[in-house]
């Protein structure tokens, strides 16, 4: 076996942990709630001004943060009422309240525009307005939500509900297992990298605009910013149009899912923008995908030739599942040639022999050497009973489980989350076509024919049963998945996602607990749980490491009696390999949005959306992304896909909103402003960095002056000053 291993797995450091170790650490805990955006009901006072912002004036187009296209929409206000004539020049005469009326005294005028200046021009002393903050960092501690909680008996609430990444995964996975018609992990993967790369390409869209790098290359001609749509509700509604397409049949889950996520948001030109953009990405990358082979209908045909994949003789009306998968166009990787492993050990050979003793003795039914500790971690890790939702719904609560412990950004989870799927569904793609090419037989199919192998070391057993993998049927134990045991789909899985996890955080020694579903069904059945001979405290594991997780995972199929050792090891080593091409991208990816400008990004980059763009999309061997593979640089910090949000300085960029209607009156009057020049006097760097200081920063005047005059007309003349000094 170690002959056959060292051909092509090139580097393992170390054995996989004893089979014989004791049980592993572990914590009753409660199991951990499904998160679930809260709805919060807006209310005004009757005597209230019903259209100020009371709780931050300055933020005049309510979207959290004072900016400088709340100035503009001020002075883009004042333009429009000059234009058809009313009240006085540069004023706008009407009722009390408007949200253009920072002051509240029932005009707008450029006073109003220099209020929220000098707001901005302070910094970070109150930008954010306490009320509606919808980009604060999901791990940014305050009064309500201690940094330093990290107890996985109750998720934080301040680091998951407002993370849309955490939210719309969650619900993904209640999907995967509600969703009995397509419950395999190979439309599970492919879902689940369709789902991530909607909300990363989002984000990155959102955050960078025309220059931003994204995994795929869209139509969109965007030239919008963070300051006029909203990144949770373009990211929403990118996620709930994939998976609307993806899952017609949980449409009411997912309609009533996305009115819980949107209710914060008001109804509003800047939501309009943000839920179009989120529909479009989501369609484009459905369009994208839709003729990847997923849905190519491949008959299989078995043969009683020996060594070669058979029925399941304790099953055998359970159908064979993807023939075809191996064939789906993958996302990231070019093809599946380069990763496909060498074939199996001879059937003749020492190796194989010793492999197939191991798991007649190790994975039968009623096994006498295997312990209560391995019965449980192959239970644990199984995710094949129906309900369940397949590994995919186990992986993806890794994901999440790590994320909030490391205290991720919303950025860092789009880009965690995307890459991991990415890979994953990759390897999924690599795995099939392995298992249908090598088309090797089961353990079980093997054991009961081992006296015909032609192999003087193994011994034949008719009657062996694996314990087997849960299915949740009339049958307890022995039921064997229907596809070919080599290369294993659960360690290819394990290399992809802990592969992706060690070069995310550029280490491999984070510790963490996880909760099994399968361990909870058990939990509840002390009749299951006698049937294999376990008797459960919890659900709960512990790990020391990714390493070790990923070695307990793919392990744990031999436990069950339903894969050999080498399709485990070399699984798990397909799976890394996969992984690191795909970090490789990601990679490129970030260094281009974090505007790295050394002319060598690490590898090649995804799609480019400015104008220009190549258009090209719909190819599914790496025709609709740029570049070329290259090495990961793992820094030891968590990847961000997306850099710091960037003031927008051109008026163009948002001048249209969906509907063709102006943002911005682009007229050019006395009192319109130039948005370059605007954007000089706003900037971060022009600031007067003493922010307890009352004059306004940039314009060098005191508000307390403009403000001690009676007269309208001198207040306006001062104004009009300041505007000319300062290129307004």
């Known amino acids: 076996m170690a002959r056959f291993l060292s051909r092509w797995v090139r580097r393992r450091n170390s054995d996989p942990q004893s089979d014989q170790s004791s049980g592993k650490n572990r914590k009753r805990i409660l199991t951990r709630r499904r998160l679930r955006p809260e709805t919060l009901e807006a209310r005004q006072l009757l005597a209230a001004n019903i259209f100020h912002n009371e709780a931050m004036p300055e933020d005049v187009n309510e979207d959290g943060i004072v900016t400088a296209v709340d100035a503009l929409t001020i002075i883009n206000q004042i333009n429009q009422a000059d234009n058809i004539g009313e009240g006085e020049p540069g004023s706008q005469e009407r009722g009390r309240g408007r949200l253009t009326d920072v002051n509240n005294d029932g005009r707008d005028s450029a006073l109003d525009a220099l209020m929220v200046i000098n707001r901005f021009n302070r910094g970070d002393d109150g930008l954010r307005n306490p009320v509606v903050d919808r980009d604060a960092s999901p791990d940014e501690p305050n009064e309500d939500s201690p940094a330093d909680s990290t107890d996985n008996d109750e998720l934080p609430a301040a680091e998951t509900d407002s993370d849309v990444v955490l939210q719309w995964n969650d619900l993904f996975g209640e999907i995967l297992a509600s969703s009995v018609e397509d419950q395999n992990p190979g439309y599970a993967s492919r879902s689940m990298a369709m789902l991530n790369v909607a909300i990363f390409d989002s984000v990155n869209l959102v955050t960078d605009g025309a220059d931003a790098d994204t995994f795929y290359d869209y139509s969109i001609d965007f030239r919008g910013s963070s300051d006029n749509v909203a990144t949770e509700v373009v990211a929403s509604q990118a996620a709930y149009t994939v998976l609307s397409g993806l899952y017609?049949?949980?449409?009411?889950?997912?309609?009533?899912?996305?009115?819980?996520?949107?209710?914060?948001?008001?109804?509003?030109?800047?939501?309009?923008?943000?839920?179009?953009?989120?529909?479009?990405?989501?369609?484009?990358?459905?369009?994208?995908?839709?003729?990847?082979?997923?849905?190519?209908?491949?008959?299989?045909?078995?043969?009683?030739?020996?060594?070669?994949?058979?029925?399941?003789?304790?099953?055998?009306?359970?159908?064979?599942?993807?023939?075809?998968?191996?064939?789906?166009g993958t996302f990231a990787i070019s093809s599946t040639d380069e990763y496909l492993p060498e074939t199996t050990p001879a059937l003749t050979s020492e190796e194989y022999a010793a492999s197939y003793n191991e798991v007649k003795e190790l994975g039968a039914a009623d096994s006498a050497v295997r312990t209560e500790d391995q019965t449980e971690a192959g239970v644990f890790w199984a995710y094949d009973r129906e309900g369940l939702g397949t590994p995919l719904a186990l992986y993806n609560d890794v994901l999440a489980t790590i994320a909030v412990q490391q205290g991720n950004t919303l950025e860092e989870n789009a880009?965690?989350?995307?890459?991991?799927?990415?890979?994953?569904?990759?390897?999924?793609?690599?795995?099939?076509?392995?298992?249908?090419?090598?088309?090797?037989?089961?353990?079980?199919?093997?054991?009961?024919?081992?006296?015909?192998?032609?192999?003087?070391?193994?011994?034949?057993?008719?009657?062996?049963?694996a314990l087997g993998a849960p299915d949740g049927g009339e049958d307890e134990i022995g039921f064997t998945p229907q596809f070919p045991t080599y290369i294993s789909g659960h360690a290819t899985f394990g290399g992809a996602l802990f592969g992706t996890l060690q070069h995310f955080y550029g280490t491999d020694d984070i510790s963490f607990e996880l909760t099994s579903r399968e361990l909870e069904v058990l939990l509840e059945d002390p009749e299951l749980q006698e049937a294999y001979g376990i008797s459960l405290d919890d659900a709960t594991r512990t790990f020391s490491s990714f390493s070790d997780a990923m070695a307990e995972n793919g392990r744990s199929r031999v436990y069950l009696g339903i894969h050999f050792d080498f399709d485990d090891l070399v699984g798990q080593a397909v799976g890394q390999t996969v992984a690191a091409t795909v970090a490789s991208e990601f990679a490129a990816l970030t260094d281009a949005n974090s505007g790295n400008d050394n002319g060598d990004t690490g590898g090649g980059g995804f799609a480019d959306n400015s104008p220009a763009g190549n258009g090209n999309r719909g190819n599914n061997d790496g025709g609709d992304r740029r570049g070329n593979e290259g090495d990961s640089n793992d820094s030891g910090s968590p990847r961000s896909a997306t850099s710091s949000l960037a003031l927008a300085t051109n008026l163009l960029d948002f001048t249209f909103d969906d509907s063709d209607q102006p943002l911005f009156d682009q007229s050019r009057t006395t009192n319109d402003v130039d948005a370059n020049a605007f954007a000089e006097i706003t900037s971060p760097s022009n600031r007067e960095p003493d922010v307890r200081r009352p004059e306004l920063d940039s314009a060098g005047v005191r508000l307390d002056e403009l403000t001690s005059s009676d007269s309208l007309d001198e207040r306006l003349a001062m104004i009009d000053s300041i505007f000319a000094e300062n290129r307004f």
């Open 248 to 328: 017609p049949d949980q449409q009411e889950t997912l309609d009533s899912f996305l009115a819980s996520s949107l209710a914060n948001f008001r109804s509003g030109d800047s939501t309009s923008r943000s839920i179009a953009l989120g529909t479009e990405i989501g369609n484009e990358i459905l369009a994208i995908r839709a003729d990847d082979g997923f849905d190519e209908l491949v008959q299989y045909t078995y043969t009683d030739e020996v060594g070669w994949f058979q029925a399941d003789p304790l099953n055998p009306d359970v159908p064979v599942w993807g023939p075809g998968w191996g064939e789906v």
């Open 415 to 465: 880009a965690l989350f995307a890459q991991a799927s990415v890979a994953m569904a990759d390897a999924a793609v690599v795995a099939w076509d392995t298992k249908f090419s090598e088309e090797f037989w089961r353990p079980v199919t093997a054991i009961q024919s081992g006296d015909i192998d032609g192999n003087p070391l193994t011994e034949g057993d008719a009657e062996w049963t």
